[in-house]
């Protein structure tokens, strides 16, 4: 049965519609030709598109507040992965289901509708393929099921430690061959409906770091061959240019154009330590840059051009990455906050091709973040799949508002106590902040906690 979404206030094209009501048939794409709708009420709220995280790791939900100290976790990037490595060590695929159910429970609850999970957490403990290569994939996968997300899974690519580096023990789950990266990935993707509403594929060689240069032009053609977006991490640190210097004489970026390996289809995550040449040859290539802000700051990581970067109308999606926080209005603000502190002023990235700054933003979140992915989700059109969240308009951090004001306001200043309904293909996941199964996959995911870091939880101290 088609529904007829009923709010307050309705987002579409960078405005806010009062008395409209938006139409979401039975395949779950959104329609303006239905018949015999059932009403869903959303009085007292605004509607708009969902949230699209389009880079996340869901197992480094796990680290969240035991990696933020000095003893543990170094002072940088290079040792605070040491902590992820031992999170990822023994999990098991049961665990890795527990642990992404909670993730993407998380992302529900901040209205996130899409994930795409860069998923290179492969194999058993001591590096050994599992019988199904693609099993952990497919644990992650059934996690977004059960909570109710589409999930992009970013199947990953990550076949060395880095040029003339010796394998990392840390990293031997993560380990293929390229021939059998190439046949799993064909195999998992097969193993699923093609062009189905809620899973979908991309292909994501790791880093120049972990993938050679002939390996990753036979992967990205492969991606290529069968249309799949390619993701990859690309000049989050100093250090990855500087060995990539070493090893091709040019930094990652170089190499791709060079390469011609950049394209509309091309992702390149994080982005941050770019010349103003590599700026350009995004541009050129129409390839989209994937921000991380929480976790860039979390890490250290350096502030992304963002303004020299949409100057050239290149598109900026956004990721929750390590899951330092899981709000993408949290990250679509930062974009312009990093640059505020950089520069000493406000709003850099307003009227940008006299385009105002809040609609910006959360193009970013919405818009952008889908096209990385290739969904047709992001901007409530009719065709489009039909994935909403609301706002109540009278949450204690937007009440107090006209029209105009209040995109600016939910940019810059919701909280996640105002997302009260999370709709993904039509279905409702959250409604009025709950989530059916959230008390069993936190109860869960806290075993899974204790089990991997020892003592006792908090609760169990209280008790
Ligand atoms: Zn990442």
Not at 380 to 397: A, N, Q
Not at 425 to 434: D, E, F
């Amino acid at each position: 049965m088609s529904k007829s979404f009923q709010p307050t206030l309705l987002y579409q094209d960078g405005r806010f519609l009062s008395g409209k009501q938006l139409d979401v048939d039975d395949a779950g794409r959104i329609t303006v030709t239905a018949r015999d709708t059932t009403p869903v009420d959303l009085k007292g709220k605004a509607l708009l598109p969902g949230f699209v995280n389009a880079h996340s790791h869901s197992f480094q939900r796990l680290i969240r507040g035991r990696a933020e100290s000095r003893v543990v976790s170094g002072k940088d990037f290079w040792s605070w992965r040491n902590t992820m490595y031992q999170a990822a060590a023994h999990l098991s695929p049961e665990e890795v289901y527990d642990v992404a159910r909670m993730c993407f429970l998380e992302m529900a609850r901040a209205g996130i509708t899409t994930v795409g999970e860069f998923h290179y957490l492969h194999n058993m403990s001591d590096g050994v393929p599992y019988d199904d290569a693609n099993l952990m994939a497919r644990r992650v996968i059934a996690a977004a099921q059960s909570v109710g997300l589409r999930i992009v899974l970013l199947r990953s690519a990550y076949l060395r430690s880095g040029y003339q580096l010796p394998l990392d023990p840390g990293q031997r789950r993560f380990f293929e061959k390229v021939d059998a990266f190439l046949s799993n990935i064909a195999s998992l993707r097969a193993s699923y409906p093609e062009n189905s509403a809620d899973v979908r594929f991309g292909v994501a060689p790791h880093s120049i770091r972990a993938v050679p240069l002939d390996d990753l032009h036979e992967i990205v053609s492969w991606a290529r061959s069968n249309s799949l977006p390619i993701h990859m991490h690309v000049a989050e640190q100093i250090a990855e240019n500087v060995e990539c210097q070493r090893e091709y004489g040019c930094t990652p970026v170089e190499l791709l154009a060079r390469e011609e390996l950049l394209g509309k289809d091309f992702v390149a995550v994080h982005a941050i330590h770019l010349s103003s040449e590599e700026i350009a040859a995004f541009a050129k290539t129409q390839a989209i840059v994937c921000s991380c802000p929480t976790t860039e700051r979390n890490l250290g990581d350096g502030i992304v051009q963002v303004d020299a970067l949409m100057k050239l109308r290149v598109r900026h999606a956004l990721g929750s990455d390590s899951q330092a926080q899981i709000d993408s209005l949290e990250d679509a603000r930062q974009l312009d906050y990093h640059l505020r502190l950089a520069q000493q002023q406000r709003a850099v990235l307003d009227q940008i091709d006299d385009r105002p700054i809040a609609e910006r933003l959360f193009d970013c979140a919405t818009i952008h973040g889908a096209q990385a992915l290739a969904v047709e989700s992001g901007s409530l059109r009719p065709g489009e799949y039909g994935d909403m969240v609301t706002i109540d308009l009278e949450d204690i951090s937007v009440a107090g508002h006209t029209p105009d004001s209040l995109l600016p306001l939910i940019v810059f200043g919701a909280n996640r106590t105002a997302i009260r309904d999370v709709v993904v293909n039509g279905k409702t996941i959250l409604q009025n902040g709950r989530h059916p199964l959230e008390e069993e996959i936190v109860s869960r995911y806290q075993q899974v906690y204790r089990k991997v870091w020892g003592g006792e939880s908090s609760e169990g101290n209280l008790r």
